[in-house]
């Protein structure tokens, strides 16, 4: 039997349908494209905002379209949101908030023969899960609702699962969870971790999925010593406005996420510093607005991931006075995007013509793609199959795409 399984949101999601795929394969199951017809369709859904919610709708409607016959099987965040509307589906045939449950479904489906998990998946960068939940509370975030409170796998799970993918051949080690920073076990915190992980024999590179601002001390700095850790952070700002922050209930101030950002690029030259930024949080004014793009201009984030305000049924942010309206939302997201692509473009082009190591990972049609250890995406050419290599590349020129065509160097 054929399953296809489509994964929404963040890299916890992903690395959550990594584990399902896994076990999948073990219990005999062949797992196929989502561009395929399949027996089985898994959504494992998103719903940080209402924007994934109805993208998770859609691709479930999109799936029964594509075969009326198969079984649609949706889990992840959104099945966990007292707020869901997938009972009211008439595409979905089975629904579960835990992953145990669904495998648990399909040993009951056909009987356990011999599969393997040991090849790649869809990715040549594996997933490697830390943690899980979040205590913070946000005032706009559903997360804590849905993923619980947190909890910390030990640092024996954690090398195991990491042994494992090396095994496998992986390259690159993405560390992810909800709130990374915060692990803490038996007398040691993540910088601790992470230095651990750097000795695994074998590994290549080591890349955080992201970062909050208070997670910042002078061990986690010497990371960066190893030449393994990619020159790359994902710090979340979510605003500019010292206001919007304190109404956000986010546990640092603007002068504060500045400064480390100046620590970082300091001590790595070249570092890409990248971000999550909301707009239309309500009551935001157009000054706090504008201050958000002066901060954002004035730390030349390499890249901003631009999200409009959503509201969340549950969170304190969502009984709140001065909503913003969709079109002013709108604007200042267009805004926001116009200028992280200048940022985005000025870091690139502070690259072309010097040599850069690139984890190649897909091709596509002439071209191979890839990522550099501070999250320039690569493009080359070449007659050799170059994926799951890590090759030295001269940057040449800036696409429209916002990546680089490269030379590989000889």
Known sequence: MKIAIKTLGCKANRFESDK????????GFQIVNTTEIADFYIINTCTITHVAD????????????????????????????????????????????????????FKKITPTKKGSNKTFQSRTRALVKIQDGCNNFCSYCIVPFVRGREKFYSETEILKCVREKISRGYKEIVITGIIVGNWKREGKDFAD????????PGLERLRLSSLEPENFNDRFLDLFNNSKFCKHLHICLQSGSHNVLKQMKRRYNISAFKKICKKLQKKVPNIALTTDVIVGF??????????????????????????KYSIRKGTIAATMQNQIPYETKLKRSKELIKIGNQLRKKFIENHLDKELEVLFEQKNKDFYTGLTSNYIQVKA????????QILTVQPKKTNNDLSVTASLKS
Not at 20 to 27: A, T
Request: hydrophobic share 35%.
């Open 20 to 27: 399902i795929e896994d076990k999948l394969k073990l219990l």
């Open 193 to 200: 971790l992470l230095h651990r992980i750097l000795k695994e």
């Open 282 to 307: 309500p009551g935001e004014t157009e000054k706090d607005f504008k201050e958000t793009l002066k901060v954002c201009k004035e730390i030349g984030f390499a890249k901003i991931h631009a999200f």
């Open 54 to 105: 109805k993208k998770s709708r859609q691709i479930i409607r999109q799936f029964r379209r594509k075969n009326n016959n198969a079984q649609i099987v949706v889990i992840g965040c959104g099945t966990k949101d007292k707020n869901n509307t997938y009972n009211e589906l008439s595409e979905i045939n089975h629904i579960f908030t835990k992953s145990s449950e669904l495998i648990s479904f």
């Open 381 to 388: 050419k070449s007659q050799k199959n170059l994926i799951n």
